[in-house]
Structure formats: structure tokens, C-alpha cells
């Protein structure tokens, strides 16, 4: 469906499939695994890609269908792809475009769970890559071989909030004729755009911010339609790593928000991140907002709000971080991040833990570090938490002489 609205509305009212045909005002919930037809022609006009049509469940449902044809409108793409978690999108978007003997160049800020899949299974399968600096895109191109086949980015990267130039990056993929992919789950597409900024391929944890309420596991792959096609029928649908509805249904809900919730995000992000710049024990932030980050102004240009997540690292290292940590009172000790609750987590000991110390050493990811995924709480009573837990103080024994 074609329109000319705002996001904020289109947020609301884009695609509603199911919900045309019964009235009702929310999609509803379709999880029937098969689906009937009136003769063996149109069965096999639909397995077949003739016809459009649902046939088994495995490669989708019509609850995900109204959310796919959202997300690819959202971001700007002719087609979307949901499946069962980040990890699902980011694999099959690679392994799409990527067989034995061909190569990646993929920024060397990435998610861990990307790092462990290319380290731990592409390269079982004769896949090679290169972790490379790509904030200097020269660098890319001094990296692409003959048998590069994909540029690989996440901006703003996870846990180190480095901003990479989308345009300027996609003019290299262009030049090689390879597809560039971006990992977009820290912004969603409320706060950035990549495929209008020229990238092929958007990919997102769904986890996080488009469902927004720590309540599902999805991902989302955004492209052409004909590659998009081919990833359902020949890699999601036969891997198994399908959608349900009950969890399309939920992220339909939470999509509704997610404009709001963005807003508040970034605005809770900005104070808490302007907090932790002023205080005497934060020796540095990193925070695409703030005019000390390296890449403050190319974040200005390419994303329309700064994010919800902070990094920082403490004066006194990791033992600080992790007393720090362990005192905060409202704010959760989790993994996952973008939801209502604000979360802190220890990357080196948790989400960056497969990538070994010497390769996190060299992605910055120091034992010092501290991620947040600001809530939507009120920012005061998180500055309120963040300051009590910053003035505990190491315990020391005193011996009592009597
Ligand atoms: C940037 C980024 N991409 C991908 C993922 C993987 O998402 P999922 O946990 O939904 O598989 C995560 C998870 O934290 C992430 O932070």
C-alpha cells in the first residue's frame, strides 16, 4: 500500500491485511500451520511461486505477512523477511549471498553473536571473512579480494556506539558490485534509513526496539524482493527458522509505539549520557550525541535521533564497573536491550564474551567497559541510581585493635 503518510502514522496504520477482511481495528492473530485450496491447480500454482498464496507455515503466516509488508515500507525496501530472531536474519542475509570459497569484509565493531557465527560456522562452510576498521572506508578498500562478495556494518555499533559512513561505504559496494548489509537494530528504521542512504540490505534484531517490551525473540531482513524471495524459500523456510504469529502479532503491537518510545529513548539517553560526561569517577563516554563523540557529526547527518544506548567506561577499570554494577538499585542487570526497563550489562563478561580478549582488546571492548540500554523510566530517577551506585566505595577489612 502506497501512501504518502509520516512515519508516526504509518506506524499505526500501515498494512492492515487481516484486519480489512473481519473489520476489526487490530490484526489478527492467523498461527494455522496449513491452508486449504479449492483444487490441486491452485496448490500447485502457489508451491510453485505462480500464484501468491500461503501453502505452509513453515515459510510464513498471514499475521506475518501484514507485518513484513510494514517493515519493508518502514525502511523503504520492496520486501521484508521475518524469522525467528536477529541471529536468523543475520545468518540468512549472509548466507545468501555468501558459498564456500567466497569472503566478507565486515566492520570489526559487530555484535557478538554476528562475530561467533562468521568465526564459529561460516567458516566451517569455507566462508571467509575480514574484521576491518571501517570507519576509515579506505580501508575497506584495501580488504575487498576477488572473491569478496559482501560488505558487512552494524552503525552504531554494539557495545562501542561507532558511527560508520552509510554513503560513503555503499559508493565502495557499489564499485565492486557487492551488496552492502546493515545490521540496523540500534536505531530502527524511526532513527535511520540505510537503504536510502544505499545499502542493499537492512537487517534487524526485532528483539529489540521494533517490539520494544522484552517479551519476543525475531529479526527482520529488508531488500529486494527477489533476493528476499529467495532467502524465504530457500534458506528461512528450509532451515526452520520461521516467525510465529503469536510473536508477529506482538510486534505488531509494539511497532504502533515505537515512534514515542524512540523519542524517550534518545532524550533519556542524551541526559543520562551528559550526566556521565560531567561526573569526577567516568573517565570516558561514548555517545553518538554528545559533541565529544569522534563521529558526532556524520551521526547528525545520517540518523535522526541519537539512540538509546550509552557506553562508558570507569577511572578505576573493571573492578569500579563491576561494583558499580552490582549496586545499582533500579536500573536491571540484563542482557537485550531497547526495552521500557533501563538495562546494564558488562559486555566483555557477557554479550561480547565469545570474541577471546585479545580480539576484544583490539575492538576496544575493555573489561572496564559498562553498557546501557536507556528505558523509558524518568531520566531523574535513573541519574538518582547512576549517581548512589557511583559513590559506593570499595570495602575495606579494619582491623579492630582492642
Ligand atoms: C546489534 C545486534 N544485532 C543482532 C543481535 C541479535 O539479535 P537476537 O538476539 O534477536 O538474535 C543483537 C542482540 O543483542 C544485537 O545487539
Known sequence: MKNNWDIDTALIHHSKRGATHSGAVVEPIIPAVAYAFPDTDTAAAVVSGEKEGVYYGRYGNPTLFSLEEKIASLEGGEAALGVSSGMAAISIALLAYL?????VVVTKDVYGGTYKFLTNIAVRYGIEYN???????EFIHNH????????????PSNPHLTILDIKKISEISKLYGIPLIIDNTFMSPYLQNPLELGANIVVHSATKYLNGHGDSIAGFIVGNSDDITFMRNSLMGDLGQVLSAWDAFLILRGLKTLGVRMERHCKNALEIATFLENHPQVEKVYYPGLPSHPQHELAKEQMKGMGGIVS?????????????????KLIIISFSLGDPETLVQHPASMTHFSIPMEEREKFGITDGLIRLSLGLENAKDLINDLEQALMVRPKVDIELKV
Request: glycine content about 8%.
Open 99 to 103: 558459498k564456500q570459497g567466497d569472503h
Open 131 to 137: 574484521f576491518v576498521d571501517c570507519t576509515n572506508p
Open 144 to 155: 575487498i579480494k576477488e572473491n569478496t562478495r559482501a560488505i558487512y556494518i552494524e552503525t
Open 312 to 328: 562508558f567506561e570507569l577511572k578505576d577499570g573493571k573492578e569500579a564497573g563491576k561494583r558499580f554494577i552490582d549496586s545499582l
